[in-house]
């Protein structure tokens, strides 16, 4: 071994103490998230990282503490995206970290259904649908709509600032128009005018405490959604949801799988929409409502 050699530590072996670490953490995925750690370390992908180690790489001094330091924090239960600075949505990259709420798998299916109602909505009009996505928060839904939806016009709704400056680094490439504003009151010029509005809003029960303690880091305010049923942003946004919408209109809203009646209820309750469909996430659970907006006349 050479003396510059004798100042690097071989990749493989920084793996491995890394995943013993995150192992004893209780880290779900210690071997996937050592790996992904040392990629953003390296600026390479997972799978050129797991190709180096079996080829024998080293890394240099700095290269080892970053790692290092990187795994001690995801040991802490800081969540990798928070670290490697990223995280994937559907077709999308988003810029991530603290101060934003991380995007779910399961809303990856909400923004499926609107990018489907998006197109349905052009396919009929031929013209180009207007999307709207309110408390946006990393603008994930937002910013899957415009990359898949070639022609859409987007508008995103996000009232915490934290969250607003991850939203606008997201959605300023791809032409998304960002609003820093109350999703109660957001956008009055577009009244009765969107093809779709679309929203995974704060939703969690008061007391709930999430189990996963990497979501317990995810900021309070994009996590609950007021009250014992916490009901209370989900209705604000339903409103401003028949408020936006034209007739034949459709709204995407996530919800706790505790709260598919109660958001079914809440539809039905003013006669401003039909068509109210509840649909299950990954895990057979009730994730999401799917409804029309009727020709009704809203109450002033």
């Not at 995280?87 to 923004?111: C, D, I, W």
């Amino acid at each position: 071994m050479t003396d510059r050699q004798a100042d690097t530590v071989e990749l493989e072996s920084l793996l491995r103490s890394s995943t013993e670490l995150l192992a004893a953490a209780g880290v779900d995925s210690p071997r996937a998230d050592a790996e992904l750690l040392a990629a953003h370390v390296l600026g390479a992908s997972r799978g050129e990282v797991a190709a180096w180690a079996i080829a024998g790489r080293r890394l240099d001094p700095l290269q080892s503490v970053d790692l290092r330091r990187l795994s001690i924090s995801r040991a802490t239960r800081t969540p990798l995206q928070y670290l490697t600075g990223t995280t994937t949505f559907r077709s999308v990259e988003l810029k991530v970290g603290h101060g934003v709420f991380l995007p779910r798998p399961e809303t990856e299916l909400v923004a499926g259904a609107a990018i489907d109602a998006a197109r349905a909505a052009g396919d009929r009009t031929t013209a180009n649908p207007l999307v709207v996505d309110l408390c946006t928060g990393s603008g994930a839904i937002a910013a899957a709509v415009a990359t898949e939806v070639p022609g859409a016009t987007v508008h995103a709704v996000e009232a915490d600032p934290e969250a607003a400056w991850w939203a606008a680094a997201n959605l300023a490439p791809r032409g998304v128009a960002l609003h820093v504003a109350d999703a109660a009151t957001a956008l009055p010029d577009l009244d009765g005018r969107a093809d779709v509005v679309v929203s995974n809003p704060p939703y969690v029960p008061d007391g709930r405490i999430p189990a996963q303690a990497e979501a317990r880091r995810d900021p309070g305010l994009a996590l609950y959604g007021g009250g014992a049923d916490g009901m209370r942003v989900p209705t604000v946004v339903a409103a401003t949801a028949a408020r936006l919408l034209r007739p034949g209109g459709t709204l995407v809203m996530e919800h706790d799988d505790t709260q598919g009646e109660l958001v079914a209820a809440l539809l039905r309750r003013d006669g401003l929409f039909r068509g109210i469909r509840t649909q299950e996430d990954l895990n057979g659970r009730p994730r999401y409502t799917i409804a029309a907006r009727t020709d009704g006349t809203m109450a002033r």
